[in-house]
Nanobody, 124 residues
Framework: QEQLVESGGGSVQSGGSLRLSCAAS????????MGWFRQAPGKEREGVTT???????SYTDSVKGRFAISQDNAKNTLYLQMNSLKPEDTAMYYC??????????????????WGQGTQVTVSS
């Protein structure tokens, strides 16, 4: 059973940076698609960014130019570098992964594995 464990969340002021990590229990090189999602109180879960096995990435418009997804297959870890943080980035951030090679990698994918989440709070 695939396990994902997020870390790196915290509280920062507007304009600050955080780097989230997601440690996977299996080799990330074997995962077809990984991504970061977030959910703010009272709002629906939102796909933030995804990365496919071949390195293709996608970002939601609100984070383009500020956030960057990457993975270190040697460490089986997915990262989310978040710069120029804004109060509207405040949310619980979740790591997700999927192994189905035939599925299209992107925020609309019904990911099979999820982490427990890490809280990010940005104050103005």
């Amino acid at each position: 059973q695939e396990q994902l464990v997020e870390s790196g969340g915290g509280s920062v002021q507007s304009g600050g940076s955080l780097r989230l990590s997601c440690a996977a229990s299996v080799h990330t090189a074997n995962l077809h698609c990984m991504g970061w999602f977030r959910q703010a109180p009272g709002k629906e879960r939102e796909g933030v960014t995804t990365i496919s096995r071949n390195g293709r990435t996608s970002y939601t418009d609100s984070v383009k130019g500020r956030f960057a997804i990457s993975q270190d297959n040697a460490k089986n870890t997915l990262y989310l570098q978040m710069n120029s943080l804004k109060p509207e980035d405040t949310a619980m951030y979740y790591c997700a992964a999927d192994t189905r090679w035939w599925a299209s990698c992107g925020p609309s994918l019904d990911f099979g594995y999820w982490g427990q989440g890490t809280q990010v709070t940005v104050s103005s």
